[in-house]
């Protein structure tokens, strides 16, 4: 599947916390998936893909790994997306697959 944000779209790149931002910045080379990954969370980005919020969290996984985003750093991040994902979702009272 070939996804792309539209121009002009919003974003916040990565929200990283800042416990974590010595080991992974915001703007290194997992921005192009970071801007994917905020466009697949949008209500558009849903429309036009009809993925769910589980699919576009691995889309940003595979998207790491085509970036060339080590491994570990990968995973780490990926994990954390999403745990992020999951809690808005447990309060939204949606199902997140």
Not at 1 to 13: I, K, L, N, R, Y
Not at 40 to 47: E, I, N
């Amino acid at each position: 599947m070939e996804v792309s944000a539209p121009v002009g779209m919003v974003t916040d790149f990565a929200s990283i916390p800042a416990f974590a931002q010595s080991f992974v910045h915001v703007l290194g080379n997992n921005i192009r998936s970071a801007i994917i990954h905020d466009y697949l969370c949008t209500q558009a980005g849903k429309d036009k893909t009809n993925l769910t919020q589980k699919q576009a969290d691995r889309l940003f996984l595979e998207g790491l790994k085509i970036d060339e985003v080590r491994w570990g750093k990968a995973r780490v991040m990926a994990a954390g997306v999403r745990g992020f994902q999951r809690i808005k979702y447990l309060f939204k009272k949606e199902s997140y697959g």
